[in-house]
């Protein structure tokens, strides 16, 4: 079946520190997996995307990697901020046209 | 920047109702998308379309559900006769290849009474 599973659920951390989420997919066949950020009551929005061939991709403050031997992924955020405080939802599409969502991991960044 | 727009941002029906969902997506993408999120749920994949059709359903897309491209720009959703478990947030997405990412608008938040 594929899934897609996301951990911590949840995260607190304070500004200026770095954190790093993880996500864990079963899904084939596989095309691409991308990070969204997703502000509460708002539409996702992405922050990276890669495919198989790719390692690592930044984007700004944030940075994702790609085990596609071990089907993980993380995205590491530097130096984080208040307006960091939302949820990041790992997605992977399977190569057709569906798409798998993560539960996401809600990030709170204190002051 | 260009963007997906949708509207009504908040609907409010009852049950039995029709409701129709209505986007704009990108102007130049191809591919368009619905979502949906229930209240402290995952976000569930519903329908994809490309070249005036569906390329792809899930199962939570039954019979209550429609698209259209009616007019070329804009993209809807139709679910024929509300639920009380339809209520959530039902993003609409598209995105134009080479680049894969999707754009997602705001959302419409449905609210079955």
């Known amino acids: 079946k594929n899934q897609v599973e996301q951990s911590p659920q949840s995260l607190i951390i304070l500004e200026g520190k770095n954190c790093t989420l993880q996500c864990n997919y079963t899904v084939s066949p596989f095309s691409n997996l991308r990070w969204y950020k997703q502000d509460t009551g708002r539409g996702p929005v992405s922050l990276t995307i890669?495919?198989?061939?790719?390692n690592t991709k930044s984007n700004g403050r944030y940075t994702a990697t790609l085990d596609a031997d071990t089907k993980q992924s993380s995205l590491h955020i530097t130096a984080s901020q208040l307006s960091d405080s939302a949820s990041y939802i790992c997605?992977?599409?399977?190569?057709?046209?569906?798409?798998?969502f993560g539960a996401g991991t809600r990030l709170f960044v204190k002051a | 920047e260009p963007e997906v727009t949708q509207t009504p941002s908040h609907q409010v029906t009852q049950m039995g109702q029709e409701v129709i969902l209505r986007c704009v997506p990108i102007?130049?993408?191809?591919?368009f998308y619905w979502y949906r999120q229930i209240l402290g749920q995952k976000v569930e994949f519903l329908v994809s379309?490309?070249?005036?059709?569906?390329?792809?359903k899930s199962e939570i897309f039954d019979d209550q559900f429609s698209v259209e491209r009616p007019d070329g720009s804009n993209f809807t959703l139709k679910i024929r006769s509300t639920k009380l478990e339809d209520s959530a947030m039902y993003f609409c997405a598209s995105r134009d290849p080479p680049d894969s990412f999707q754009y997602f608008g705001a959302g419409t938040r449905l609210s079955v009474l």
């Open positions: 997605v992977v599409n399977t190569g057709g046209f569906k798409t798998i």
């Open positions: 379309f490309y070249n005036n059709e569906i390329s792809e």
């Open positions: 890669m495919t198989f061939s790719e």
């Open positions: 102007s130049n993408h191809l591919y």
